[in-house]
């Protein structure tokens, strides 16, 4: 019996005349998502994708995928049948047998997008439930609270019939929200960061700042693993990694201990902001969330942001940790964020930093470091790692 899967669009059939672009950015995705698990055709119609293998493709795999997708509210698997009623009564019975065997009560719903279909909706429904019955003595219709729906799909290329259908990850797609710089360290939080911005349908355009020899080739591999489980929901990516040292050096010998942690994050954004500048990114990510370290007070955050002139996003900002770790355990990156490996952060914490720098004492600390020779000797030294490619070539 041929099996397909069809997806629910999200959020994005409600937004008028942008809907043929967030559909093809959906397709898009999943292709790209899907493509070497086989060969696929992908249709849009009605306000439904469908995706059927074209030859015998493992459907489990791709379901897995298509589950991190965002702009997808609802995808269920579907068997297809010729679209007479008898091939319909027949495939019912045998596709559903074990979602049939395992409840009581159920209904039959039926829609019917090809009009030149002989039976009505209601009809289509009537048909199958008594068929049903027949077939599986121990169940009774409930219309108001099945434990399952049975649906029939008449649509142009067949008719479709599933049981019920499985959560998307919502959101809306990848690439319809503009695209922005993440500043991505080995953390818990900015990973989860990433994974809020790209739900919004934001491109991420990830930088990491790396201190060798402080920090080691393992604590960039653990950056590379945590975007390449971001990459199942946000789509491949070309990380940018940074070299930091010489930046923290200067700021160490040149500039008050205290200050050391906003001056170097000062820093951190206005690389990031050149290099998002240079790649069409419209604004930066960060991790931040309100209060959680000393250069996280409002105070910190202001002088931070006042080195950049872009729009920066903090979707943590009002998060509890739990709250975050909620989420980077439900996208898989919790295990990776906590394997020890140093950040670029930790390597020179000052014993007693500034909960609330003074933004004209910052700035006055920061005259004695030649910002632009540094900024564009760490830009001309970026290395790129891609993440969530299959093939170098790609
Ligand atoms: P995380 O869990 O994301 O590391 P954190 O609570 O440890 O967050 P900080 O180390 O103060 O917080 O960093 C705050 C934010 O600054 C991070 O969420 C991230 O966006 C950015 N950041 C920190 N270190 C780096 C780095 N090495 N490279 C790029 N961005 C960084
Ligand atoms: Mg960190």
């Known amino acids: 019996m041929k099996e397909i899967i069809l997806i629910k669009l999200g959020e994005l059939v409600l937004k008028g005349l942008n809907r043929k672009n967030f559909e093809a950015s959906l397709v898009r995705n999943i292709r790209h998502r899907i493509n070497k698990l086989g060969n696929f055709d992908i249709r849009v119609a009605q306000s439904t994708i469908t995706i059927s293998p074209k030859g015998e493709e493992d459907l489990d795999e791709v379901a897995e995928k ?56 209601p009809e289509i429904s009537a048909e199958v439930g008594a068929y049903i019955m027949e077939k599986f003595s121990h169940l009774t219709v409930d219309v108001h609270n099945p434990e399952l729906v049975v649906t029939v799909e008449v649509r142009d290329f067949g008719a479709y019939i599933h049981g019920s259908s499985i959560q998307g990850a919502g959101g809306i797609p990848v690439g319809t929200g503009g695209r922005a710089a993440l500043l991505i360290s080995g953390g818990i939080d900015s990973p989860v960061a990433a994974w809020c911005m790209a739900k919004r349908g934001v491109e991420l355009f990830p930088v990491h700042f790396a201190s060798p020899p402080y920090t080691s080739e393992r604590a960039e591999q653990k950056v590379v693993d945590l975007l390449t489980k971001v990459a199942d929901y946000s789509g491949r990516m070309v990380l940018r990694i940074v070299p930091f040292t010489k930046i923290q050096e200067e700021i160490l010998a040149k500039c008050p201990e205290e200050l050391f942690t906003i001056i170097m994050r000062r820093f951190m954004m206005r690389i990031a902001e050149r290099l998002a500048v240079d790649n069409g990114c419209e604004a930066l990510i960060t991790g931040e969330s309100l209060g959680q370290v000393a250069s996280q007070t409002m105070r910190a955050i202001a002088c931070t942001e006042a080195a950049v002139d872009m729009p920066v996003f903090r979707p943590l900002i009002g998060m509890d940790k739990t709250e975050i770790i909620a989420i980077s355990r439900k996208i898989d990156t919790f295990e990776i964020s906590i394997q020890p490996f140093e950040d670029c952060c930790t390597v020179f914490t000052p014993k007693h930093p500034r909960t609330k720098p003074n933004l004209h004492f910052v700035e006055q600390a920061e005259e004695k470091l030649d910002i632009e020779a540094l900024v564009e000797d760490c830009i001309a030294n970026v290395r790129l790692t891609k993440i969530g490619y299959y093939h170098s070539a790609e």
């Open 66 to 121: 298509i589950g991190k997708i965002f702009g997808i509210a609802a995808y269920s698997r579907a068997c297809v049948a010729e679209k007479k009623m008898d091939s319909i009564l027949a495939a019912c019975p045998e596709y559903l047998a074990d979602d049939l065997n395992g409840v009581k009560t159920f209904k039959v719903e039926s829609k019917r997008s090809d009009k030149s279909f002989p039976l009505k909706s």
